[in-house]
């Protein structure tokens, strides 16, 4: 399919564990960017990625939370000695920066921290 | 602090009738307005957009308005169909010259047939 995908769609791990989430964007997009979504709220900006420009990490909640993209292809999104609190919904988007502010969203990694 | 508010989490709407969602934001350097709509297991998709030197962008069934003395912004929906039933995000570009967008916390949308 030519859409955002993202790996796992759903992940399960212990308390202190790490994870890794996977996004591969659209071909051609030069935007990425990743989203959390916890239950009951709306999505909270983590991290983008905008061509070979220093990535914008001011939505990290944490120092355990670390994000790199290779090029303008896949982006792994890594959560270190989880917390019970990381469990959410985890959304990548992509975009074409001409096309301003459409981003077009894979359909997220739901993440429960037991 | 919420700078997007959607402060409605639901809202249930007769079949043919018209929806109307409200946003609120509180920044005004925010310069760009977009809704999303989001179905269940999946990622939300582009709906609509609105420049902040607009006040109005229509676009078959939906009009989005923006009052930007109030900070305000709303989608029209009309006629309301069952298949619009899903959650509502609007979201605001934090100011020109970036891509970090803030989305509020969504309002879900039920049409009843």
């Known amino acids: 399919g030519a859409g955002v995908s993202q790996s796992p769609s759903n992940k399960v791990t212990e308390k202190g564990k790490d994870v890794e989430l996977r996004c591969d964007p659209i071909?051609?997009?030069?935007?990425l960017y990743w989203y959390r979504q916890r239950l009951g709220q709306g999505l909270e900006f983590l991290i983008y990625?905008?061509?070979?420009?220093?990535?914008?990490k001011s939505g990290l909640p944490s120092d355990r939370f670390s994000a790199e993209r290779t090029g303008e292809s896949v982006s792994t999104l890594t959560i270190q000695r989880t917390q019970q609190e990381d469990s959410a919904v985890y959304l990548c988007?992509?975009?074409?920066?001409?096309?301003?502010?459409?981003?077009?969203f894979g359909p997220g990694t739901r993440l429960l921290v037991l | 602090d919420q700078q997007v508010k959607q402060n409605s989490p639901s809202l249930s709407v007769q079949e043919g009738r018209i929806s109307i969602l409200n946003c609120d934001y509180t920044?005004?350097?925010?310069?760009?307005f977009l809704w999303y709509k989001k179905y269940p297991a999946e990622g939300p998709t582009f709906l609509i957009s609105?420049?902040?030197?607009?006040d109005k962008n229509e676009d078959g069934r939906f009009t989005v308005f923006l009052n930007k003395s109030a900070k305000h912004l709303s989608l029209h929906i009309v006629p309301s169909q069952p298949g619009d039933s899903a959650v509502y995000f609007c979201?605001?570009?934090?100011?020109?010259?970036?891509?970090?967008?803030?989305f509020g916390t969504g309002t879900r949308l039920k049409v009843l047939a």
């Open positions: 990625f905008q061509g070979n420009s220093a990535p914008d």
């Open positions: 988007a992509s975009s074409f920066v001409e096309a301003r502010g459409t981003q077009y």
């Open positions: 071909s051609g997009h030069t935007a």
């Open positions: 609105i420049s902040s030197i607009k």
């Open positions: 979201a605001a570009r934090a100011g020109r010259g970036t891509y970090k967008y803030i």
């Open positions: 920044n005004s350097m925010f310069d760009y």
